[in-house]
């Protein structure tokens, strides 16, 4: 038998629900059980980066997914701190609720006070967050800065994040980074150790999203 003859014959609106049964069906079979409250987003995780890792190395604070959904229907937006992330985030699910998505690491006065102050942007960006005093959730898949200027931020009082999603992928302070943010007393979903990225960042924040869409039931 060739390798043609072995393919599946999955419809393409099948493809993610056949998906998710086989992570489930290899969960099962190593033995892992997840927290109902954490399922969707671990599995999405996996079904993201095809990493059976993030089973293990995917760090919540304590009720940081009840926390993260009231925010969200409270009408939360979300900071990134990359253009991926932003694109890759559901944000028709994320306006019925009111919220909307950014990233300023491309506007011109994050660019000059980084210039100004000999930061990165990612600083500067999350400084600029900061400042508008409004409900966030932050999801960083790239900058470990970003997630070392919202732990100062914290520390001095100048901001208060509805959720931190640490998954900034890398090898110079990305540990650090995401060690500090879980010392905090912010809810955080962090991904521990030197993986993550942007797409992770964006898929953590869109299964908080379909956890509240009653239409996505596959992944149960």
Partial sequence: MNMRDKLENVKPKEIETRSFEIITEE????????????????????????????????CFSDNAVAIALEAIKNGASVVTDTQMAKAG??????AKWGGEVHCFMSDTDVADAARAEGTTRATASMEKAAAMNRPFIYAIGNAPTAL???????????????LIIGAPVGFVNVVQS?????????PYIVAKG????????????????????NDRDYWK
């Fill in 27 to 58: 969960l099962a079979a190593s033995g892992k059980e997840l927290p109902k409250d954490r399922e969707l987003i671990i599995k999405r995780c996996i079904h993201t980066s095809a990493d059976f890792e993030y089973a293990d190395n995917l």
């Fill in 89 to 94: 985030i559901n944000k028709t699910a994320l």
């Fill in 178 to 186: 995401k060690e500090l943010i879980m010392g905090t007393d912010v």
């Fill in 148 to 162: 070392v200027t919202l732990y100062d931020l914290i520390q001095e009082g100048k901001v208060k994040p509805e």
């Fill in 194 to 213: 030197r993986k993550g990225g942007s797409n992770i960042a964006a898929c953590i924040v869109n299964a908080l999203l379909y956890m509240l869409d």
